[in-house]
């Protein structure tokens, strides 16, 4: 019992507010405390039973968080993203010529892990970037205290202009001088970038741009300058390729690459200092599929890596991966893993809930996937669409009584029973 967390340290992460990633204190926070979380320890019916009330509701909680904290792993359509974005960022940073550098798109339907896959990847960039240079920029100017932030995080505003793209750029740095009118901004966001050391400038949500808008054309335009300031792109969003944004580049089959023009409007605000054109690696972040026997193996593998983190009284090995669960597993979900895991999650905590303890098609089956999420745009594809699941009335066997804190139903219940 020695690895459950004190009632104290529960109670901080009940209450504790997930900071932004879109700031630096949030991406640092995020950056350091990613693989911090102590998951519940793995116990028996037997061993829970032996529990007071007070330490089961404990314990009970810490599952519920580790349900919903699982680790973030690696598939190998995953695998293919980290090593491209990681190549591009890390050979980008150690170029000393004068070249305006190569960046990436990342592109994906919605819950596929595009974002936390590219921020692992620019966590652990910035993690041995700070380290072998002592956590100060190798480029600072002697004498001054700017932070050194190696990557900084951006998400595209939902209706994204010039201006409050350059916003959304400087609050990550917590600047909140708004009184500028856009060359100032640019000019301000240039000096951001170049001051706190950032090698990697990550735009989330980049297909929230409406390519038939002026402002949006101008916004992406402006973007693409950044990458004159020695800092690495990484664009993030959902079908990049037909959103739009490729409409003014070109396929170079020579260095596989898509070529855009060089920036008219940002030469206007004085930030485009060469001809060169901009070059972006596009790469797809797919769900998994279930046709090939390395396709099937490599799904079971990720629900072999599920099982072994779920916290599950009657769990068995296999419970995911053996019969017909892995092709009902594909069925519910498309092979999405954000739709895997939510199911996962929501499934976990009916199984607690009941009491059964384990999860079969059957309570599955009762699960319906809801993915209200105000911070995405369905318009811009953000939320995709759930696979319909067959519904199965099933009787509930409750295996065994529970008497927890969290369960409590009141005084009626206590009268009732007594």
């Given amino acids: 019992?020695?690895?459950?967390?004190?009632?104290?340290?529960?109670?901080?992460?009940?209450?504790?507010?997930?900071?932004?990633?879109?700031?630096?204190?949030?991406?640092?926070?995020?950056?350091?405390?990613?693989?911090?979380?102590?998951?519940?320890?793995?116990?028996?019916?037997?061993?829970?039973?032996?529990?007071?009330?007070?330490?089961?509701?404990?314990?009970?909680?810490?599952?519920?968080?580790?349900?919903?904290?699982?680790?973030?792993?690696?598939?190998?359509?995953?695998?293919?993203?980290?090593?491209?974005?990681?190549?591009?960022?890390?050979?980008?940073?150690?170029?000393?010529?004068?070249?305006?550098?190569?960046?990436?798109?990342?592109?994906?339907?919605?819950?596929?892990?595009?974002?936390?896959?590219?921020?692992?990847?620019?966590?652990?960039?910035?993690?041995?970037?700070?380290?072998?240079?002592?956590?100060?920029?190798?480029?600072?100017?002697?004498?001054?205290?700017?932070?050194?932030?190696?990557?900084?995080?951006?998400?595209?505003?939902?209706?994204?202009?010039?201006?409050?793209?350059?916003?959304?750029?400087?609050?990550?740095?917590?600047?909140?001088?708004?009184?500028?009118?856009?060359?100032?901004?640019?000019?301000?966001?240039?000096?951001?970038?170049?001051?706190?050391?950032?090698?990697?400038?990550?735009?989330?949500?980049?297909?929230?741009?409406?390519?038939?808008?002026?402002?949006?054309?101008?916004?992406?335009?402006?973007?693409?300058?950044?990458m004159s300031l020695n800092v690495t792109l990484i664009l993030v969003g959902v079908d990049i390729a037909g959103s739009g944004l490729l409409r003014e580049a070109r396929w170079n089959a020579k260095k596989r690459q898509w070529v855009f023009p060089p920036s008219e409007q940002a030469r206007v605000f004085g930030l485009e200092v060469t001809q060169t054109e901009r070059r972006f690696d596009l790469i797809e972040l797919e769900p998994f599929r279930y046709s090939t026997s390395p396709q099937i193996q490599a799904f079971i593998d990720h629900l072999g890596g599920i099982e072994e983190n779920l916290r599950l009284l009657e769990s068995w090995p296999g419970m995911l991966t053996d019969g017909g669960m892995p092709e009902y597993l594909m069925r519910r979900t498309g092979g999405v893993v954000g739709l895997l895991q939510r199911l996962i999650e929501d499934g976990a905590q009916e199984a607690m809930d009941s009491g059964q303890e384990f999860l079969d098609e059957s309570l599955l089956d009762e699960i319906v996937i809801s993915l209200d999420d105000p911070s995405r745009d369905p318009a811009a594809g953000e939320v995709p669409s759930v696979p319909v699941g067959t519904t199965r009335t099933r009787t509930k066997k409750v295996k065994r009584g529970r008497n927890t804190t969290l369960d409590d139903r009141g005084p009626a219940a206590h009268a009732e029973g007594a």
Wanted: charged residues 20%.
């Fill in 1 to 226: 019992m020695s690895d459950l967390l004190s009632p104290h340290i529960l109670a901080e992460l009940v209450t504790a507010q997930p900071l932004r990633r879109d700031t630096y204190a949030g991406w640092t926070h995020h950056r350091m405390t990613r693989n911090q979380f102590v998951p519940a320890p793995r116990l028996t019916a037997d061993q829970w039973g032996l529990m007071t009330d007070r330490d089961k509701s404990h314990y009970d909680l810490h599952r519920t968080f580790t349900h919903v904290n699982m680790p973030l792993q690696e598939t190998p359509m995953a695998l293919k993203v980290s090593r491209l974005v990681n190549r591009r960022i890390r050979n980008n940073a150690l170029k000393k010529k004068d070249a305006t550098l190569s960046g990436v798109m990342v592109s994906g339907w919605g819950y596929q892990g595009k974002t936390a896959t590219v921020c692992e990847v620019a966590s652990a960039f910035e993690d041995a970037w700070l380290d072998i240079h002592g956590f100060r920029s190798p480029d600072a100017v002697r004498g001054t205290l700017d932070l050194h932030a190696p990557v900084a995080y951006v998400q595209t505003p939902v209706t994204a202009t010039p201006k409050s793209t350059c916003q959304a750029m400087l609050n990550f740095f917590d600047d909140t001088n708004r009184s500028m009118t856009l060359p100032q901004l640019v000019h301000q966001v240039a000096q951001s970038l170049e001051a706190h050391g950032v090698k990697a400038l990550i735009l989330d949500d980049i297909t929230r741009l409406r390519m038939h808008r002026a402002d949006d054309q101008d916004t992406l335009d402006l973007m693409r300058a950044f």
